[in-house]
């Protein structure tokens, strides 16, 4: 039995899909099972993973967890859930993010670093995914390009290797189902690094319309689209964005070498997502 938290979201979602076409027992743990609308087959258990004492059920019999961790705002709770996991479980493949370092601290990076620090504590068999940018990220655009064909963003020309979590979940039910990555930290990339105005062509290209990207400055952006974000949040996704202009971000072939086939490209991404932004 393997466990999925992030059911419900794109990640997740995608590696409990990828199980259950495999033919593997696969259970979600969900904070209201009559809302999750999870596909048939998959064994759907009410637990928070903000609180320890409710994942009881969720990990009875369970062999191995793909976590997918609410970042920050469950931070608190994480020692506790990942020693109740420890206790419970064989292995844990935990989705991180690329640039991780034991030493960060502050930050979605600093979050993600205190949780591969607490599994490999809790003594479980680890596999960390370090993906670049999720290509789902770029679902924020939606209401605009819905509403005026438009992205209004920082930092155009920022080169980026958005991945599919398609991808991502590929190497993920790799992880959890057979021993080769075990103890490994795989950086997983999409198959080319292109600017955000690309990103935005090819959107338009999937929905059939044009999109056109409007650059913002760093004040704009923090004044209105990242107002109510926390602001060591806001510095470094910035911080980010302006060093991929100068410094594309990173491409390796590392999900072709696990998977055996190539990385799907942001324009495949955006065809399956078109309806997203139509």
Do not use: C
Request: net charge negative.
């Amino acid at each position: 039995m393997i466990l999925v938290t992030g059911a419900t979201g794109r990640g997740g979602g995608s590696a409990l899909k990828q199980l259950l076409d495999k033919g593997i027992a696969t259970r979600a743990v969900v904070r209201d099972p009559q809302r999750a609308a999870l596909p048939a087959g998959v064994d759907v258990v009410a637990g928070d993973l903000a609180d320890s004492g409710s994942l009881g059920p969720a990990l009875e019999g369970v062999d191995a967890v793909f976590l997918v961790w609410p970042t920050i705002a469950a931070d608190h709770a994480a020692p506790a859930v990942i020693a109740e996991m420890g206790k419970r479980v064989r292995r844990v493949v935990y989705l991180s993010a690329n640039g991780v370092s034991a030493d960060a601290t502050e930050g979605i990076l600093g979050s993600h670093a205190m949780m591969e620090r607490l599994i490999e504590e809790a003594g479980v068999e680890w596999t960390f995914l370090r993906p670049t940018g999720f290509a789902a990220n770029t679902l924020g655009w939606a209401p605009q390009i819905r509403a005026e064909g438009v992205v209004r963003w920082v930092h155009g020309a920022a080169r980026r290797a958005l991945i599919h979590e398609k991808d991502i979940a590929a190497v993920g039910v790799r992880a959890l189902t057979e021993d080769g990555l075990v103890g490994a930290r795989p950086v997983l990339t999409g198959p080319a690094a292109i600017s955000q105005v690309e990103q935005a062509q090819a959107i338009g290209a999937a929905i059939g319309r044009p999109v056109r990207f409007e650059e913002i400055s760093d004040d704009e952006a923090r004044r209105g689209i990242f107002a109510s974000w926390p602001a060591a949040v806001v510095d470094g996704l910035l911080a980010a964005h302006a060093g991929f202009v100068a410094n594309p971000e990173l491409v390796n072939d590392t999900v072709e070498r696990l998977t055996g086939r190539p990385a799907h490209t942001f324009a495949e991404w955006a065809k399956d997502h078109a309806a997203d932004f139509s």
